[in-house]
């Protein structure tokens, strides 16, 4: 069992949130929660293997360099989130159960094992709370049309039925801006189908940034889901960063037109 409030980010840590295109001015903000698989050094003597850190249980497998390429093509600033959603996920409320789950996906997680309440509080503290002001800053300080967040899923969870939309599109209340995406989507790659509110869907006990940035600020949002098997290599993350900056493009330039 980790000692209580024993967690801390050192000084070699990485920071818990990265700016990219800080200078562009784009009309959109976007987020990566899920994009990296860094470890704090205080947990990295329990980390799971290798082989589950390179899994989408430690990470959202090709979402930020896929994030990345659509904050190119719209000059628009990126918050990424460089740690692993195994040390804290930052797209969960303090009270989910899988903020730092003990289990994902069937493999059990070390250093979660164990885990009392002080070591949750310091986690959600120095890196979630931390990253979700940032973005909230980004937004005021921009002050964007739109705000997106870039996700990716696996085709299929251990013992779950097969995932066939290459694209979710999550929204819960002002479906607008997100509807506008799938449309544009559904021109630009009609072979690709395009799922609302699949393989997940918004909620209160599972969500924290589109309830925060997007629904808390009254700002057309969408949260992205590419299928991480179409973003595995680079020919995929510039194929799919392409059509999705161009559905977003489509999309932010219809809220001019209502």
């Known amino acids: 069992m980790a000692e209580p409030g024993a ?16 200078g562009g001015g784009g009309a959109i903000v976007l987020s990566c929660e899920h994009g990296g698989r860094a470890l704090p050094g205080c947990l990295a003597h329990r980390a799971p293997a290798p ?17 990345r390429r659509i904050a190119e ?5 990126l918050a990424l989130q460089p740690y692993s959603r195994l040390v804290v996920d930052s797209n969960r409320p303090r009270h989910a159960a899988d ?28 890196i979630h709370q931390r990253f979700h002001r940032r973005v909230g800053s980004l937004i005021a300080e921009r002050r ?10 696996t085709p299929q ?38 799922a609302m509110n ?12 589109i309830p925060v940035h997007g629904e808390g600020r009254g700002l057309p949002h969408v949260l992205v889901e590419i299928r991480n098997d179409l973003i595995a290599d680079r020919a995929g993350i510039s194929q799919w960063g392409a059509l999705i900056a161009s559905a977003l493009a489509e999309a932010v330039a219809a809220l001019g037109e209502g």
């Open 99 to 126: 903020l730092a789950p003990p289990v994902s996906d069937g493999t059990p997680v070390p250093f979660n094992q164990g885990l009392d309440e002080a070591e949750l509080d310091a986690r959600w503290s120095a």
């Open 7 to 22: 967690f801390a980010l050192g000084q070699d840590d990485p920071p818990p949130v990265l700016i990219e295109g800080a």
């Open 144 to 153: 964007p049309r739109a705000f997106a967040s870039i996700h990716s899923f």
């Open 157 to 194: 969870l251990r013992g779950g039925a097969p995932r066939p939309m290459a694209v979710g599109l999550l929204v819960r209340r002002d479906p607008g801006f997100a509807q506008a995406v799938a449309a544009a989507l559904g021109r630009l790659a009609p072979e690709a189908p395009v």
């Open 51 to 67: 082989a589950d850190m390179d899994r989408h249980i430690a990470w959202d497998v090709g979402a930020a360099e896929t994030a």
């Open 198 to 209: 699949a393989p997940y869907a918004i909620e209160d006990d599972s969500d924290y940034t």
């Open 73 to 77: 093509r719209l000059a628009a600033p």
